[in-house]
């Protein structure tokens, strides 16, 4: 049995080639491993464009990154457009710069996206928060943006896309803090570190424990997303599917 029932790939993996050849490069995503993509923009495209390349990559979109502040300006906007590509997902990818310096910056983007995500339940839709490392730096009264994060914002409505390699880099151990906050995990974002130079690595070349959070994500139908952002992305992107498939 495979580990995974469905992988996905965040698009922005491939912006470089996006950039040149949008549509060619979708149509590639299937053939490399992956079930589902996860957007990081729109391309221009109408959403039956949309519809048409997923459908031709053979793939699915299981969740979209939109700002938060377009998605407090134009919800009903990109709710219409996930709803026309069979998007049930959307993240937000990370928080504007005023907001990260303080405890009360974090309490006031919680706020915010308990706002959101009860629009998203009301509309059909999931709202997760994606972590960069910011959310670890410390903050006044020896706490980090991610305790207010975790605290402040609703369980119920809520999740979070964990990645694991900001989770790395903002010093935390990623299996150990998904193991310990896995109630509110709903998706997990597959980025490896290289541990002796920091590099953004395929899948499997790093220090992350895949092995462990794979059967974590299986155990809790959790989707995984792979992100990649080095050079070569479109072996690499190959190459990690392939690893994490593999994991028994």
């Known amino acids: 049995m495979t580990a995974l029932a469905t992988l996905s790939l965040q698009l922005y993996s491939l912006h470089r080639e996006t950039a040149d050849d949008a549509e060619g490069t979708l149509r590639q995503v299937g053939a490399m491993g992956y079930d589902g993509v996860e957007l990081a923009g729109d391309y221009g495209w109408e959403a039956e ?59 006031s983007a919680a706020a915010r996206l308990n706002a959101l995500a009860q629009r998203a339940r009301e509309a059909g839709f999931a709202l997760l928060y994606h972590n960069h490392a910011f959310e670890f730096e410390p903050l006044a009264g020896d706490v980090c943006g991610m305790d207010v994060l975790l605290e402040a914002t609703d369980p119920a409505l809520v999740r979070f896309e964990f990645d694991t390699y900001w989770l790395e880099r903002g010093g935390r151990d990623s299996r150990r803090f998904i193991e310990e906050h896995a109630a509110r995990t709903g998706m997990i974002h597959a980025k490896e ?56």
Not at 49 to 70: I, Q
Not at 80 to 98: D, K, M, N
Not at 205 to 234: H, K, S
């Open 193 to 248: 570190l290289r541990q002796s130079d920091g590099a953004d690595v395929p899948a499997g070349q790093g220090n992350v424990d895949f092995p462990a959070i794979v059967t974590l994500a299986r155990q809790n139908d959790w989707p995984v997303v792979v992100e990649y952002e080095g050079e070569n992305a479109l072996e690499s992107v190959r190459e990690s599917a392939k690893y994490l498939r593999g994991l028994g």
């Open 49 to 107: 464009k949309w519809r048409r390349g997923l459908a031709e990559a053979g793939v699915a979109a299981v969740g979209a990154h939109v700002g938060l502040e377009k998605l407090e300006e134009d919800f009903n906007a990109q709710a219409e457009f996930c709803h026309a590509i069979g998007c049930s997902r959307i993240i937000v990818p990370a928080l504007p710069g005023e907001l990260r310096a303080s405890a009360d910056g974090y309490r």
